[in-house]
């Protein structure tokens, strides 16, 4: 997925003159082809991701745009003041993108895991977040984020994720959009909504589900915000049962939006609801990304048993 | 204070006057002690330096002016409304609720703010971005941005020092407003700078130090830069925090000022019209 996000501003920097790179301090290598072509518009800043934010934000005001890449918790931690007041404040179209999103550096422990980035972020004013599944919605998105006119945080997953999104658009007939849901499959019993890289394993729990008797429809947020809540609630109204499933905290994340959203709407039937997520503490472990996950019950055997209890709640 | 009067002219004593106007006649407050620092090297820089254009504040091609250490921002409303950015009648609005001028200056609500800036240590690195932008363009366009010196106690500042000598941006002046008093006392107590000269210079800046209450040596530096033809520059403007007046000079209670009273007020002007 980081692969193909960095080959796609390297192709939309060719062409399109406003497109600049902007590193910390990446793998030796990384888009060489950018830095021999068009060197005038390539930068590797070194570890300092103040000064990195502070200088894309210069050059957006500029009317460049710029993409920024380095790990997902120095993009967002580190340099907080600098994304709220240099990028939200001004409103510029610089784009961060986030290397490692939710557990994905498992042994490198929680100076690595960035499981706060989408409830840090979302609370800002101006800001869009996009947490794409697999490298194939990252080929289908990255051009959309050209024209946003503010700034954009992307998620991004390990790398060799499952591909799930492109045979579920063509089913469903879907096209990317920014900020739209993709309803990928329809079931009355239960609505799980996720985000990222969980799509596969609750695309897996919902068919786990129907063997069981429980038809759950799936909506995936490729966009967190602005989160398309028409959508949730066009659903919301006619499905007793919702199930968020993120790699993330508990706290402030997808779950908590839909969370805000359906408990606002007052005109809703009454709705089970519950979120997975990561518990609100650091992650006690290391391993793999997927050990972390299944450790916290964000696998497939968990969603499932989670979105049964609710149904039969 | 000889030092003062020998460097006042009628300039520098119309924008003082114009900020205690504007304070009188708005909300009673703001950072008085930094605006009356700052208030030469501003005039210099929007007097005789920088290309501007007042009718259209985001022609491409003007240099870049970041006030970063916001907090002056009064100094920097006196100059912008004096160069005709906006009526002088908005000054009024001071933080007032039917204003668009506050506390910190706003890039989307200012005609000639550059940056919004007020948190400290972030107009550097913007100013980077403007100075880097303009290389990819070869644009003869140059950044200007004024640091505090309290200001240069955040990392980011030398974050983006490292960055401007890398790239030795030639098209990027500092200008510190290096009156050594920060709000809970001096530099020297608070946070030492010292050797500062020599920090810049080990950043891979071209240095310079100058009275930045005599506006001759500001211009003759500034018509100068860069220094170096292959380095950012910098000169350290040392000044006085309070500048102008004997109420304020030197005064920390100045620094940052609420519920001025009219006495204050009249003893202000009174000691600004002096000649």
Redesign the interface.
Known sequence: MRKTSLNMVYEMAKKDPRV?FIGSDLGIGTLKNFKEEMP??F?M??V?E???????????????VPYINTIATFITRRCF??VV??LC???VPVRLIGSGGGVVYAPLGPTHLATDDIAILRALPNMTIIAPADADEMKRMMPLTLDIPGPVYIRLGKGGDPLVTTSLMEKCGLTAKTGKALHFRTGNDILIITTGIMLKPVMDAAKALEASGIQASVLHMPTIKPLDSKTILELATRIPAILTVEEHTIIGGLGSAVAEIISEAGNLPKIKFKRLGLPDRFPEVYGSQASILAHYGLDTKNIVLTAKGLVQK | MNVMKAHMNARSRELRRAIVETIDKSSRRGHIGAAFSVVEILSVLYDDILRFDPKNPRWHERDRCILSKGHGCLALYAILADKGFFDRSALSGFCMPDGFLGGHPEYHKIPGVEASTGSLGHGLSIGVGFAMSARIDKSPRRTFVILGDGECNEGSVWEAALSAGKHKLSSLTILVDYNKQQSYGTTFEVQDLEPFADKWRAFGFAVRDVDGHDTCALRSALKECPLDPAKPSVLICNTIKGYGSAITCGNLAWHHKTKVTEDEIAALMKSLGEE
Request: charged share 25%; hydrophobic share 45%.
């Open positions: 600049v005038d518009r930068f800043e070194g300092s103040a000064n990195i934010i502070g200088v894309a934000a210069g050059m957006a005001l500029d009317g460049r003041e600098q007041l240099d404040l001004h409103n």
